[in-house]
């Protein structure tokens, strides 16, 4: 499993290289952009502010469900 540091460090990666990023002419992203009237540039703005990274494995609250039986 990876660190938090190294998923940080992915992410920031993946960040640098936003101007990399385009979006693939699937028919369903065409669709998806004409449908909440918005040009790639700003869906790809939208994700680059957005990414991030949550710890959900250890969550906020205590796991209470039953153990297995074996």
Known sequence: MASREEIKRVIKDIRNRRN?????????????????AIQETLALDIIYNKI?????????ETDDHPRPIP
Do not use: H
């Open 52 to 60: 991030s990274w949550q710890d959900y494995i250890s969550g906020p």
């Open 20 to 36: 990399k990023w385009v979006l693939s002419r699937r028919p369903k992203n065409m669709a998806t952009l004409a449908n909440l």
